[in-house]
């Protein structure tokens, strides 16, 4: 069983920063892409971030310049430095993995973990 715990949400002020963090646990074999999506009340869930098991980074529009991407593939983790932030920023953050497990190394699933809340206030 495979599990991604995210930590860092909670209250700012308008132009503070965050620090959001999920960690993979469980019979994890390899992890390919990991990446945040975040979504606001009454709104669909959006991507925010992305990072490949290169490295490879990209953002949405909204988060360029502002929020920053990075993983430790030892620790099964990936981290979203929030910036600048805004109050449009409000949102349930949740992270996401592609993940193959020890019970089947060729088979990638995709997994979230169960969200935590960013509130910006004004």
């Known amino acids: 069983q495979v599990q991604l715990v995210e930590s860092g949400g909670g209250l700012v002020q308008a132009g503070g920063s965050l620090r959001l963090s999920c960690r993979g646990s469980?019979?994890?074999?390899?992890?390919?892409?990991m990446g945040w999506y975040r979504q606001a009340p009454g709104k669909q869930r959006e991507l925010v971030a992305t990072i490949t098991s290169g490295d490879t980074t990209s953002y949405a529009d909204s988060a360029k310049g502002r929020f920053t991407i990075s993983r430790d593939r030892a620790r099964n983790t990936v981290t979203l430095q929030m910036d600048s932030l805004k109050p449009e920023d409000t949102a349930v953050y949740y992270c996401n993995a592609r993940i193959s497990t020890t019970a089947n190394p060729r088979v990638v699933y995709n997994y979230w973990g169960q969200g935590t809340q960013v509130t910006v206030s004004s």
């Open positions: 469980g019979s994890i074999f390899s992890i390919n892409a």
